[in-house]
């Protein structure tokens, strides 16, 4: 039976050692996850504060990205076109966050009186 080769590089794989595995997966993991951050969570983040229009809302955007990155990649995820790849999964939590925000109801309460006076004019917005 022939070994089975990397597709990409032509090398065998390592051998797995039973019970380390997952470790080393995971191990492996946290420092492709930490290369692919430093390389690409200032792109991330200016991509989800365009769509969510909010700093807050693209910290924590970009923080589940990258959560999402770390969990794929300790699955066993392989990628090819890393800044894509985390890009998509950016777009993805970032259409998460404006669905969940569009089903939460309004809370303005239509008692008050002053709403329709309020008007967005150049020195209420400053």
């Given at each position: 039976m022939a070994a089975v080769?990397?597709?990409?590089?032509?090398?065998?794989?390592?051998?797995?050692?039973r019970g380390e595995a997952p470790a080393v997966a995971r191990r492996d993991a946290g420092r492709e996850t930490a290369a692919l951050y430093r390389r690409?969570?200032?792109?991330?983040?200016?991509y989800a504060w365009h769509m969510l229009g909010?700093?807050?809302?693209?910290?924590?955007?970009?923080?589940?990205?990258?959560?999402?990155?770390?969990a794929a990649l300790a699955d066993g995820t392989v990628v090819r076109e890393p800044q894509a790849w985390?890009?998509?999964i950016a777009r993805n939590e970032c259409l998460?966050?404006?669905e969940a925000r569009m089903r939460r109801p309004l809370t303005a309460?239509?008692?008050?009186?002053?709403?329709?006076?309020?008007?967005?004019?150049?020195?209420?917005?400053?």
């Open positions: 080769r990397d597709p990409i590089t032509g090398t065998a794989p390592p051998p797995v050692i690409h969570a200032a792109t991330v983040y200016r909010d700093r807050e809302d693209a910290e924590d955007a970009t923080q589940a990205t990258f959560l999402s990155v770390h985390v890009l998509r998460t966050r404006i309460s239509l008692d008050d009186e002053g709403w329709r006076t309020r008007r967005c004019t150049p020195s209420a917005v400053s």
